[in-house]
């Protein structure tokens, strides 16, 4: 292989093992001796507790639900995108990935002073009539939280399916409509098949994103919001301390987030296929 013998391979290979170890596999090993430190009772008392159903229910809730929005939404960005001239299109990336370069704190405080009480929009529409209170307090609301995850969810789900759709070939389309197929039947049964394995490993991929996420949630609802991320961090805050508990729940969270990866990788493969 190019006269590099194993002994240079695994040399090359040692600093990025070295920070597997360090960052990932000792964080993890800790957590997991935590969460069986007494014959794994932690265990035992997340499943008898309903706090940890209703959160988790809640986070499958805002996920599925954040993940939907963001899919159709960068769907048809990413469509449009790939119609335009490589220039433009590349400059108009730039700016679309900006979010991706915000912390989940930084886009709740965005979001509140754009819709909050006395945010930009909501001053503005009040000018008109609307009730400031009503209207802000949707960003406050799950739904409210699910467009605030989507915010930087949806420029995900373009940089995925963007390569997909510039590589379409579009005289498909052109000759499905020949044939006398519509526009909508051509889409729906040349396009939608070939982007399918890249979008579900999309929508897989903001899906585990928006599970684990919990700065955005933890500044817009504090922990009203039973979701699992602020489950975890109740426990171990100013007003618990139930660390073998928060190990476990972290746990169970992070082989659910891993399950959800897994299967957009399958996908992902397919499409590779």
């Known amino acids: 292989m190019l006269g590099i013998t194993r002994a240079q391979l695994l040399g090359l290979a040692l600093p990025g093992m070295a920070v597997l170890a360090l960052f990932f596999a000792l964080p993890l090993s800790v957590v997991v001796a935590e969460a069986v430190r007494g014959g794994g009772e932690a265990f035992l008392r ?100 699910a467009c605030a995850y989507s915010y930087y969810l949806i420029p995900r789900v373009v940089l995925l399916l963007l390569p997909v759709l510039v590589n379409f070939d579009r005289t498909q389309l052109t000759a499905a409509e020949s044939l006398g197929a519509s526009r909508l039947g051509a889409l729906r049964d040349i396009l939608i098949p070939q982007v399918a394995p890249a979008a579900i490993a999309a929508f897989c991929l903001v899906a585990a994103v928006a599970l684990g996420a919990y700065g955005t ?33 972290s746990l169970v969270l992070m082989a659910l987030c891993s399950l959800v990866m897994a299967v957009g990788e399958f996908f992902a493969q397919e499409r590779n296929r």
Do not use: C, H
């Not at 489950?231 to 805050?237: F, P």
């Open 46 to 145: 997340m499943f008898a507790d309903a706090l940890f159903w209703r959160g988790l229910r809640g986070s499958l809730a805002l996920s599925l639900s954040a993940s939907t929005i963001s899919l159709a939404a960068g769907f048809l960005v990413a469509l449009n995108l790939s119609r335009m001239r490589p220039a433009l299109r590349t400059m108009l990336m730039f700016f679309i990935s900006l979010p991706l370069t915000f912390s989940g704190l930084i886009v709740a405080y965005g979001f509140i002073l754009v819709f909050g009480r006395a945010g930009f929009v909501t001053l503005l529409l009040a000018r008109v009539g609307v009730d400031p209170g009503a209207f802000a307090r949707f960003i406050y609301s799950p739904a409210g939280l």
């Open 217 to 249: 949630a933890l500044a817009l609802v504090g922990t009203q919001l039973n979701i699992l991320p602020l489950v975890i961090y109740s426990k171990i805050s100013e007003s618990g301390s139930d660390f073998p508990a928060a190990a476990a729940l």
